[in-house]
Every structure is written in structure tokens, then in C-alpha cells.
């Protein structure tokens, strides 16, 4: 895809500080978005909250912002960009993991995005909304004619126990559990490990919502090329 000749200065939001368990591979990805736009003659404002990544070296941003990863600085860096003459157009969110994708999602609620005249790019606000909301690309999924397994979404714990597909698959112990917006998941052996999960996965969620899924654990998956 050819450089659009509007987007002169990209913000990439980063992951924030790697935890266990959560890949490093956006450490990788962000640093290889930097030179590549670079490359490209476009200017690349940074943040991420973790000084010790190596997308955060000097050379790889023309400037770099570590402070927290959240709307309020998001709008705050947008605001300094345009106050030095080197406005914003776009915002690169798909590099920085689910911290980045919430980052963006909540900057788009509260009107940041009109406001400073900036765009979305790799992924538009529709686009996360149908990769993040499950009932939205279940349904997407069905429409293209791909299976899926058996689910249920829950905004509640009652709603989670009123779950046919938990009270179903927790007897099994073939129950996932996804929170939205989060990095929470788990697997549950019994109905209290269950209910902890749903829990925790409430809290978690952005937008308190859990996915209670079919585990496919032991099913075999081919490549065929």
C-alpha cells in the first residue's frame, strides 16, 4: 500500500511495561513500525510507558513520551504536537496489544479523535469493535459461513450462572472464559474455579463483558496451503 501524502506524523501507542505472561513481542513489532514509517519520511511521535523497551531509543522516534498509557495523555501529547507545529494526523494502536487497542478505543469515546482531527490507522474503531465485541464477530463469522464454538456472553455474574453454556461445559470441564478489553482468561476444573474467573474477568473488562466459550483443547487444527 502506497504512503497516503495526508499522514505526515503517526503516534504510535506501545504496550506499556511487559508483565509476565504477556508476549514481548510488541516491543519488536513497535520498533520495526518506527523504522519503517521513518523510512518512509514520516515523522513518528511515541508512547510507551516502558523506558527499557528498544522502541523507546532515541534514535528510533523524532520524539518520545514515557508517561502512562491512557486517553487523558494521549489527548495531552496531541495538544503539545500541535502547540510545536508538528500536529498529529493519524494514530497507530495496533501495535501496543490490548493496552494500545483500549487506549484508542476510549481516546474515540470521549471525542479525542474529532477534536484533534486525527484518524485511526492499521485499524479503525469499527474494525477493533468487531474484533473485540464477541457478539459482534461471532456474528461476522456466521455471515462469512466460518464455525464456531459454542458460546455465551455475560455483562453480569448472574448473568454468567444463568449461562447455558457454563453450567453445560463447567460439568465437562471444557469451559474457556475471555474477558473483553482485557489480558484475562482462564480455564476452570470446577464451578468455584469458574465463578472466580467470571469474577475477575468482570472486573477486568474494559466494558464488563466475559465470553464464555467451548474449550477446544485436544482439537487438531491443519494448515492446508
Not at 513518528?44 to 510507558?49: A, D
Request: hydrophobic share 35%.
Amino acid at each position: 500500500m502506497p504512503r497516503h501524502p495526508s499522514i505526515n506524523r503517526v503516534l504510535i501507542i506501545g504496550s506499556g511495561p511487559i508483565v509476565i505472561g504477556q508476549a514481548c513481542e510488541f516491543d519488536y513489532s513497535g520498533t520495526q513500525a518506527c523504522r519503517a514509517l521513518r523510512e518512509e519520511g514520516v515523522s513518528v511521535v511515541l508512547l510507551n510507558s516502558n523506558p527499557a523497551t528498544i522502541m523507546t531509543d532515541p534514535q528510533l522516534a523524532d520524539r518520545t513520551y514515557i508517561e502512562p498509557i491512557n486517553w487523558e495523555v494521549l489527548e495531552e501529547i496531541l495538544t503539545i504536537e500541535a502547540k510545536r507545529g508538528t500536529p498529529v494526523d493519524a494514530i497507530l494502536p495496533t501495535l501496543g496489544g490490548q493496552t494500545g487497542l483500549n487506549c484508542a478505543m476510549e481516546a474515540a469515546e470521549h471525542g479525542v479523535l474529532e477534536r484533534h482531527n486525527v484518524r485511526l490507522i492499521g485499524a479503525d474503531r469499527e474494525t477493533i469493535h468487531r474484533a473485540e465485541d464477541r457478539d459482534a464477530f461471532k456474528q461476522t463469522m456466521i455471515q462469512a459461513g466460518i464455525g464456531l464454538p459454542r458460546s455465551g456472553i455475560a455483562h453480569t455474574f448472574d448473568e454468567a450462572a444463568r449461562n447455558p453454556q457454563r453450567r453445560a461445559t463447567t460439568r465437562m470441564h471444557k469451559t474457556c472464559i475471555y474477558a473483553r478489553g482485557a489480558w484475562a482468561a482462564g480455564w476452570p476444573t470446577h464451578s468455584k474455579h469458574s465463578s472466580r474467573i467470571v469474577k475477575d474477568g468482570l472486573n477486568q473488562s474494559r466494558v464488563s463483558e466475559v465470553l464464555i466459550e467451548e474449550d477446544l483443547t485436544g482439537w487438531k487444527e491443519f494448515e492446508l496451503k
